[in-house]
């Protein structure tokens, strides 16, 4: 089974912009979160998607918002970017049957706000 | 009391010896206790979890050890090698809350 896939690898974003970042669950997994890395502040979490709800969220501002379609894919959006939000985002997703079952990362979109 | 704290932030180590990371926690809530591995350039990765139902869960050279009644937990790695250099993270997550709370990362080098 193939991993998890996040797309872009790198990206580099001047303050103000907005971005999409993508996910690829692993096959028949429905469950996608989204962490947000950095030096300082370590993993944080943004939020969780199964079945296309969000189920959890973090204590992250309205700048950041998700979705997930029909097929499990996840998107993460940052509008208004600012330097802060300069970090690795991370998606991991799960089965989706269980709230202790496993977490599985992908390698992460490095992004760089200038 | 929804943080995870972890100690030291960085650790040096022999190549046989055993490595230590701790992590305590305040929310009695939470019920499940996984620690993972992170290599440069890549997402953390699953290494062993643990139940705060047992004390002790060993996986290879990978061991948790669980106080619930201090609340702490550590991961030990026996005859650590070179290729365990890593950042290590505990976390812990509520049985209903969904989300995993990390430690701040241990980064582990494991000289030869």
């Known amino acids: 089974k193939a991993g998890v896939t996040q797309t872009p690898r790198y990206l580099i974003k001047t303050r103000g912009q907005q971005v999409t970042l993508s996910c690829s669950p692993i096959?028949?997994?429905?469950?996608v979160s989204w962490y947000q890395q950095t030096p300082g502040q370590g993993l944080q979490f943004l939020f969780e998607?199964?079945?296309?709800?969000?189920?959890n969220k973090g204590n992250f501002p309205g700048r950041f918002s998700g979705r997930q379609f029909s097929n499990s894919r996840s998107e993460m959006n940052v509008s208004t970017l600012e330097l802060g939000d300069s970090a690795l985002y991370l998606c991991?997703?799960?089965?989706?049957?269980?709230?202790?079952?496993?977490?599985?990362f992908g390698s992460g979109t490095q992004l760089s706000v200038l | 009391q929804q943080q995870v704290k972890q100690s030291p932030q960085s650790l040096i180590v022999q190549k046989g010896g055993i490595s230590i990371i701790n992590c305590a926690y305040e929310?009695?809530?939470?019920?499940?206790f996984p620690w993972y591995q992170q290599f440069p350039g890549k997402g953390p990765a699953l290494l062993i979890a643990?139940?705060?139902?047992?004390s002790e869960k060993k996986e290879g050279r990978f061991t948790i050890s669980f106080n619930k009644s201090a609340k702490q937990f550590s991961l030990h790695i026996m005859d650590s090698q070179p290729g365990d250099s890593a950042t290590y993270f505990c976390?812990?997550?509520?049985?209903?809350?969904?989300?995993?709370?990390f430690g701040q990362g241990t980064e582990l080098s494991v000289k030869p």
């Open positions: 643990i139940r705060p139902d047992v």
């Open positions: 991991a997703s799960s089965p989706g049957g269980s709230t202790n079952e496993k977490l599985f």
């Open positions: 998607y199964f079945s296309e709800t969000q189920r």
């Open positions: 929310n009695t809530a939470f019920d499940y």
């Open positions: 096959s028949g997994h429905r469950s």
């Open positions: 976390a812990a997550r509520r049985n209903q809350g969904g989300k995993l709370i």
